[in-house]
């Protein structure tokens, strides 16, 4: 490795995703402030050991000055990201469209638009053409600061296209591409009209990871099947040149959770949420649901945390938690679902439509169950703060996570951090990739069978102690020892060791 005035340097690893870990807003002709977004993969990739990280992406605005510009990549590189500017009609035609209109629903069974989704934008074909303008953008960055040694990381599907593009650039760079969401199956991976241009284009990359073995495994199969490669063990190759392709698990910084539930002001909220009495509250949001609670003294504790999306399965969950209280009228005045949803991407009609639709099937429920002092579902479109949600998690008695698909989901990780005294029952749907990893400790379910559900909801209400305690100690163990940190270190060391074996192979 290379050194410096004798000590070994940390080797740099230059991470590119489509957003930076950051909210920027403007303050004046050359003035930004900057608010971290402390998530899992800040912290995962903060504590990768012997390893300097970048950021490289975009800061979510648009710029069009350069005055504007220059400041912001000034105030940016003390927190260690550099940004890529796209423009309105690039980031409305690669990221509304291409990404979140096309490739978000395919890699989640959800197909592909029909014409009218495609109406918003233009044709399929520009979309592409935008998504493949703006992937170069971000190469031209990556390109810009990299310097000899240095690890390349790109992120999602946003950025299928990168790995080509750097390569072009420099072959010897190592670069290293990971998928967030699920990799569909091959059969709907063809229907995409540039599903092979994308293939060739993420085979660039000397090592392409998912979160489960069954994603990795449909990626090699699209690969063999529709660009007529040969897939290994080992992962894909083409005219003898290996591309590496293994399963990543991600998982959480367990420790952060573990360290918000001994803060005094956690634990004061967790105090407040348990006896369900209204003292002094800095959390306005947390106020509410204490109010909520406080009305329904003796009840359970479901919850549910997630974006709005389609892939979420909120609409499946609460139709069960309905049949639930249907099925069961003696549960209907001790148990109460709070389902907490972060609106997202509120500008596309679907995600507004998705929005209506749960609001009214709520109404519904509440009209039909509710009393005139205790409603049994209480949904808020919002976000909580970090020591509010860990709260939450610690109070909760039951989780419904009833993805219709979902890369991994952390949420199911989050709540079994949370519950250490509780040790609450997390059911899990099987179309998770958490399924694969919390399973034997979470009662998985098909969202899509709402009696199956419901009866779930029963079982995890009515479950024993004992049995509580068996399947959380499964969960917790896993949780607590596949952290993020791990997951961004094996994927790190594995990249570094895949161009070493590669080197290998080319000279003998
Ligand atoms: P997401 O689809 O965003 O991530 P998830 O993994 O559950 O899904 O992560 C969501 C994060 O947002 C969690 O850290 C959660 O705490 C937070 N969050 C959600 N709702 C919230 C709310 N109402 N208030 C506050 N915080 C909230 C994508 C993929 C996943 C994959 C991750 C990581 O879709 O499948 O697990 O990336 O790879």
């Not at 980031?91 to 490739?103: D, E, F, K, S, W």
């Not at 634990?267 to 649901?289: Q, V």
């Not at 609106?343 to 998705?354: A, H, I, S």
């Amino acid at each position: 490795s290379r050194r410096s005035g004798g000590r070994p340097m940390k080797q740099r690893l230059l991470v590119v995703a489509n957003r930076l870990p950051v909210s920027a807003v403007r303050r004046g002709e050359d003035s930004w402030s900057l608010e971290i977004s402390a998530g899992g993969l800040v912290s995962a990739l903060l504590g990768v050991k012997d390893v300097d990280a970048k950021w490289i992406g975009w800061a979510g605005v648009s710029v069009p000055d350069e005055v504007g510009q220059r400041a912001l990549t000034k105030a940016l590189a003390e927190k260690r990201c550099i940004p890529v500017f796209l423009d309105e009609e690039i980031v409305h035609q690669y990221y509304n469209g291409y990404c979140n209109n096309i490739l978000w629903p395919l890699f989640h069974y959800l197909g592909l638009p029909q014409e009218d989704r495609l109406a918003t934008t233009r044709s399929f074909q520009s979309q592409f053409d935008a998504y493949k303008r703006a992937n170069q953008m971000f190469a031209d960055v990556v390109n810009q600061h990299y310097q000899e040694g240095d690890v390349v990381w790109c992120h999602d599907y946003h950025l299928m296209f990168l790995p080509k593009c750097l390569k072009e650039y420099n072959s010897k760079m190592k670069v290293g591409w990971f998928l967030h969401t699920p990799f569909p199956s091959s059969e709907i991976h063809r229907t995409l009209p540039s599903r092979s241009e994308l293939l060739r284009s993420v085979l660039a990359a000397d090592l392409v990871g998912f979160h489960t073995y069954d994603y990795a495994r449909h990626f090699v199969s699209a690969c063999t099947r529709i660009l007529g490669l040969e897939g290994t063990p080992e992962g894909v190759e083409d005219q003898g040149r290996l591309t590496r392709v293994a399963a990543f698990p991600i998982g959480i910084d367990s420790d952060r959770f573990k360290r918000a539930l001994e803060l005094p002001a956690v634990k004061e909220h967790i105090n407040e949420l348990t006896h369900r009495f209204a003292g002094r509250k800095d959390c306005e949001y947390l106020m509410m649901i204490i109010v909520i609670l406080s009305e329904t003294l003796s009840s359970k504790v479901m919850l549910g945390v997630d974006r709005l999306d389609m892939i979420k399965g909120i609409p499946q969950k609460i139709l069960a938690f309905e049949k639930f209280l249907e099925e069961n009228p003696s549960w209907r005045d001790k148990v109460v679902l709070l389902q907490i949803a972060v609106p997202t991407r509120t500008d596309v009609p679907e995600y507004q439509k998705l929005t209506s639709q749960v609001h009214e099937i709520v109404g519904r429920i509440n009209g039909r169950f509710g009393t005139l002092t205790a409603v049994p579902i209480h949904h808020l479109d919002r976000s909580l703060d970090f020591h509010a949600l860990c709260a939450l998690y610690a109070v909760t008695d039951v989780a419904l996570v009833t993805s219709l698909r979902d890369g991994m989901n952390l949420v199911s990780y989050e709540f079994v951090a949370c519950q250490g005294s509780k040790k609450g029952v997390l059911i899990l749907s099987e179309f998770a990739g958490a399924a694969q990893s919390l399973g034997a400790g979470a009662l998985l379910v098909n969202p899509w069978n709402i009696t199956e559900v419901a009866a779930s909801i029963g079982y995890a209400l009515n479950m024993s102690p004992d049995e509580r305690e068996k399947r959380h100690r499964h969960n917790y163990a896993h949780v607590t020892t596949h952290t993020a940190q791990d997951w961004a270190e094996t994927f790190v060391s594995e990249l570094n060791d895949t161009v070493v074996e590669a080197q290998l192979r080319t000279r003998q």
